[in-house]
């Protein structure tokens, strides 16, 4: 039984998926594949990913493989309620409704799991650490006794104080059915290795992101033009001229800052990583501390998938009409809670732009409330870009369901990585060269690849 906002939004929602399907080529081959081999009959799987056109279509795909495919968002912002109705339209159980609060939001995760899965799809981690957590409460409830870090984290703790005291076995049956989940997003694998490096770990895990063909792609390119489509819906603002501080220089900041770069911003980045800010410098952007940079910033972009980069007292002494924003995973870049118990006066100006005014007189735009902006103010990636990530995320959940893998956080092959790639190249009109059996031999590869080592950093 599906939970979305509005059953009579799905002709819309319906739309929006079909038109994201034709620019999806390799997943499209996948699910031709799909509905020829059904490799996962009979299989629960739950997909915990941004409840939009290119999530619903890898719904679609996984269920043309044979699954019973449940849907929930992983962001309440991110969720499309017109896209949700129709996935809930199509037969498939769909848990997501826009702009829900954090309580209402871990209901939703809870009533997606209820379902037991064999396999999930994450982003982020919310449903593996929902899991996890509950299923230690289960053997020691005092786990839920600590001080919560945050807000969210006092959700999800009342959340499973609720779940244990009506049912003391809830988790542990889910965690009988479970056979590994798929991860998206950095974060999300940043949380994966902690739990397996303290031990705690319940199941095998497949790293999506670090495939090159999901993180050099959908976290650089993909935010290369989704921050920008993200920023100019929510303002209108002119980026050219302005200065735009971009924090963090991984692969969704250098996205990032080409982006404003390419617009006719002047780029600052900022970087605690010598490796990353080095390579900032070399492309001509200049490498500062948020600090240092508050007197000329614009614009703020946060894309550390780090805590506290932008602080209370920065914004108290940005300059006026500074535009803040983060396209990281969480909303902690941000010291949203901080900012929200202030003395800074908030007003909103439309959905996603909110304006605070400090007693000073001058006045900060957060987008997206301090979410990810690509999402919140706009539909997040290119689907292009997304064919590759969720690619990427069904043959990783076939991995999961085929290799019968210990405990642990996986990688695909990079053969996997290179068919990936190359599923997209006629698409493109790419035409690729062949290595002759000599060069080939001269190189030290097989013919048909891996082309690269596995240490080679692309
Ligand atoms: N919005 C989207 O569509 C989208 C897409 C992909 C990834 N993400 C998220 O974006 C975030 C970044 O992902 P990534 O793949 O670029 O990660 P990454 O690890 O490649 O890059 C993050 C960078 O931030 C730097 N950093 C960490 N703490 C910092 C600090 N205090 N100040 C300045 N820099 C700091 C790190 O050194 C690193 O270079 C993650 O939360 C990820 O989940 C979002």
């Known amino acids: 039984m599906s939970i979305v906002k509005d059953m009579s939004l799905a002709p819309s929602g319906h739309q929006k998926i079909q038109w994201v399907r034709d620019f999806m080529p390799a997943l499209s081959g996948i699910e031709e594949r799909f509905r020829r081999e059904k490799p996962f009959a009979g299989l629960t799987i739950a997909v915990s990913v941004h409840l939009e056109a290119k999530t619903a279509n890898l719904g679609l795909v996984l269920r043309e493989g044979g699954a019973e495919v449940h849907l929930t968002g992983c962001n309440p912002l991110s969720t499309q309620d017109d896209v949700a109705a129709a996935v809930a339209d199509s037969g498939v159980a769909t848990y997501g409704v826009y702009g829900v609060n954090m309580e209402e939001y871990e209901h939703l995760l809870v009533e997606t799991l209820k379902c037991r899965?064999?396999?999930?799809?994450?982003?982020?981690?919310?449903?593996?650490?929902?899991?996890?957590?509950?299923?230690?409460?289960?053997?020691?409830?005092?786990?839920?006794?600590?001080?919560?870090?945050?807000?969210?984290?006092?959700?999800?703790?009342?959340?499973?104080?609720?779940?244990?005291?009506?049912?003391?076995?809830?988790w542990h049956r889910t965690v009988a059915e479970w056979r590994g989940v798929s991860e998206e997003t950095t974060t999300g694998v940043h949380r994966l290795y902690q739990m397996m490096e303290r031990g705690e770990l319940l199941v095998p895990a497949i790293n999506v992101n670090d495939s090159c063909t999901k993180s050099k792609f959908d976290n650089l390119y993909g935010c290369r033009e989704s921050l920008a489509d993200g920023i100019k819906r929510a303002t209108d603002v002119m980026i050219a001229g302005k200065v735009v501080v971009v924090c963090g220089y991984g692969d969704v900041g250098k996205g990032c800052a080409r982006s404003m770069r390419s617009y006719g911003a002047r780029v600052i980045v900022t970087e605690i990583d010598p490796i990353c800010a080095l390579q900032a410098a070399m492309e001509g952007f200049e490498v500062k501390s948020v600090e240092s940079a508050l007197a000329e910033g614009n614009i703020y972009v946060t894309c550390t998938g780090n805590r506290d980069i932008i602080t209370l007292e920065h914004m108290e002494r940005m300059r006026d009409q500074a535009i803040v924003c983060n396209i990281g995973h969480f909303d902690n870049e941000i010291q949203m809670a901080r900012l929200d118990a202030s003395a800074a006066v908030k007003r909103v100006i439309k959905p996603q732009v909110d304006e605070y005014t400090f007693p000073d007189g001058h006045r900060i735009f957060v987008l997206a409330e301090g979410r990810l902006v690509n999402l919140g103010c706009a539909t997040g990636h290119p689907s292009f870009v997304m064919s590759n990530s969720f690619t990427n995320q069904c043959l990783a959940q076939l991995e999961l369901w085929r290799e019968h893998l210990e405990v642990g956080v996986y990688r695909l092959p990079k053969r996997l990585d290179e068919e990936v790639a190359r599923l997209h190249l006629d698409n493109l009109g790419v035409e690729l060269t062949h290595l002759t059996p000599e060069q080939a031999a001269y190189i030290g590869v097989d013919p048909e690849g891996p082309f690269k080592a596995e240490h080679y950093r692309y």
């Open 117 to 170: 899965p064999h396999l999930i799809v994450d982003d982020g981690g919310d449903a593996t650490l929902l899991i996890h957590k509950g299923y230690r409460a289960e053997e020691d409830a005092a786990t839920l006794d600590g001080t919560p870090e945050s807000y969210e984290e006092g959700v999800v703790l009342d959340t499973l104080r609720r779940v244990l005291a009506e049912d003391k076995e809830k």
